[in-house]
């Protein structure tokens, strides 16, 4: 065993853990786990006896309502189960103060894995009854576990076994906290493993000093609700967003997410987020977090589920650290969805331009001219008339005058055909003196027989420009 151990860590899913969120605040029942180091080196500078009696004072007395779940495990090179209850008179608490107080540091190793394994098998008894957990890891000692323990490695450092063992709390969603004790601590990467928030505390070891300072981390935000991965496009932009909502926080917390990977099938895509993101939770209400993502370009196509995992470079840290996810890669067409539709919508107006042009060129240009009764003209601008178009020669009380629709006054019909300007009579009965109209009106004169009997002339006068 190593001669100097400086780390006290505490592992907590805690967020009901801080000092704010006493007894009397809460009222709905929680599971409390703890794992208490008991190895020799824990006799050193009272640390058994500081960590005892503020298991004992805050945890036991402030925090533990009647209906809540103890469970203390005692490890070493091993783990032993201590206590197992539930919490629901007085005399279970003084019975797992008593058994708290009753331990001792005697044991040999400390090995972080098994207390972790004996942790998930407490838990996993405790998973369907949907009530927040909480586990709470002592110990003085970095990963130091026996030759044979599947966790042994020879230079201390986590082996594959524990980071497998890790991530399975990940994606459980319990609050974890790391405390170390030293100015030599592995709290820190302890908490890079387990995603679990930290802190250190360097100066003398007291149930005081504990208490202040998990009273500082023990609030930790939590997912509310699904984490939702948006489709990544073909270039590989995508976005992350969820909800975190406050749990025993006193007050806003602040945390940095460092990276963002998924898993999904075979592929694991890591250092998705292009910077570190800060973002600050409150203590009243839900925060909506919102994360860009750049995935590598040119992903295949297609969806697969996944694990989405966060990332901390922060103290403070949210949970679950992992999330079920959907990694749907959308193709370039999809990608470009938006760019495809305006294009089409360019080429439709483009299309209809070139028709009416068509339709304008294949029509030819307008003829003009002008109308006259007597010699004075029925309308004071000149009439133009186009092939496919039409105007009426309409009597109305012997007032003769051009019109665009057809009515009961019309008398005759203006239409372009070849070129040459058309009058054909629609009441031949008024147009006594005519026998036969001919193919071009323009130049010519007509004798119109009016409504009231009299007879007048109608000349049809060219207003073309002369070549």
Known sequence: MKACKHIVAVLAVA???????????????????IAMDKSLSMAEQGKIAAVKTWVNSFILDQLIIPGDTLTVIAFYGKADLLISQTIATDADRSAAKAAVSSLKPDGR????????????????????????????????????????????SKNGVFNHEFLSNTKTIQQKGWKVMILGIGIDTAAKQLAQELQGSYSEITNKLTPQSIANTAGTLFGMPSIDGPVLLQPVTASGGSQVSFTLKPSGMAGDVQFTLSDVSVEAGTRTLSNLLPSPSTFTV??????????????????????????????????????????????VVMSWAQSNLLVLIGGGVVL??????????????????????????DDEPVQDHDAQLRAGRELFLNDSSSVISLAGKRTGKSVARFTVKDGALSLSPLKA???????????????????????????????????????
């Open 15 to 33: 967020l009901l853990l801080a000092a704010p969120v006493l007894a009397d605040t809460r009222k709905a029942n929680i599971d409390v786990i």
């Open 109 to 152: 190793f400390t090995d972080i894995g098994n207390a972790l394994d004996a942790l998930k098998a407490q838990l996993s008894d405790k998973d369907k009854d949907g009530r927040e957990k909480y586990v709470l890891l002592l110990t003085d000692g970095i990963q130091e576990a026996p030759p044979s323990s599947k966790y042994w």
């Open 282 to 327: 409150k203590k009243d209400g839900s925060t909506p977090i919102r994360v860009p993502l750049q995935f590598p370009p040119g992903l295949a196509a297609g969806s697969s589920p996944g694990t989405l995992t966060f990332s901390f470079s922060s103290p403070q840290r949210f949970a679950p650290a992992q999330a079920p996810v959907t990694l």
């Open 348 to 373: 439709l107006v483009v299309a209809a331009f070139l028709v009416l042009l068509i339709w304008r060129l294949t029509r030819g240009r307008p003829l003009k001219f002008l109308v006259l009764v």
């Open 429 to 467: 009965d008024r147009f006594p003196k005519v026998k036969e109209f001919p193919p071009e009106a323009r130049g010519k004169s007509f004798v119109l027989h009016t409504e009231s009997g009299k007879n007048v002339t109608v000349k049809v006068q060219s207003r073309e420009r002369k070549k």
